[in-house]
């Protein structure tokens, strides 16, 4: 007789991928991956960003999704509860992670804690490409009002940062 019971295991992904999906040669897009408009809502400011969802797990609780800004390009400034885990893959550029501008390259790591304003940035002459690990059940981003704008604003170096085009990198 056996002695197995019924065990309820993790359900198997919705969406299977294949083991390998190889990157394609300028090392921004994959294989069978579509490269998607950057978000879905409109009137949501932002500016030449696109995005590919490289895993949506629900037995991780995560995704991990693929951003590139054009170059003069930027993701929407915003906040939320949940956080987000970058590392920058491509290119270079500039982020605001609260009251603070920062310079990015090539494999830098950014963490945006919760509820903290946050905007990516490329230069004017080069992309910025980067990893995002995020939860799969997430709040919806916030928009700063017109006075959390002018608040952040009151700092110069955010002031510089979001009049943009930004100067060339050093
Ligand atoms: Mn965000």
Redesign the pocket.
């Known amino acids: 007789m056996s002695t197995h019971r019924n065990v309820e295991l993790p359900r198997a992904d919705p969406t299977p991928t294949a083991p390998v999906r190889h990157a394609l040669a300028n090392g921004a897009t994959w294989e069978g991956v579509d490269v998607l408009r950057y978000k879905q809502d409109p009137g949501v400011p932002f500016k030449d960003v696109t995005r590919q969802v490289l895993f949506q797990q629900p037995t991780l609780g995560c995704e991990l999704r693929y951003f590139e800004v054009a170059p003069g390009g930027y993701?929407?400034l915003?906040?939320?509860e949940?956080s987000?885990a970058v590392l920058i893959l491509r290119g270079t550029g500039r982020c605001l992670v609260g009251d603070a501008v920062h310079l990015l390259g090539l494999h830098d790591l950014v963490h945006?804690p919760a509820m903290t304003w946050?905007q990516f940035r490329a230069g004017p002459d080069q992309p910025l490409g980067f990893l995002?690990m995020?939860n799969q059940q997430r709040d919806r981003?916030q928009l700063p009002t017109a006075a959390e704008q002018a608040a952040l604003a009151d700092h110069p170096a955010i002031a510089a940062f979001l009049a943009g085009p930004e100067l060339p990198l050093p």
């Open positions: 993701s929407t915003e906040r939320h949940h987000h945006i946050h995002c995020v981003p």
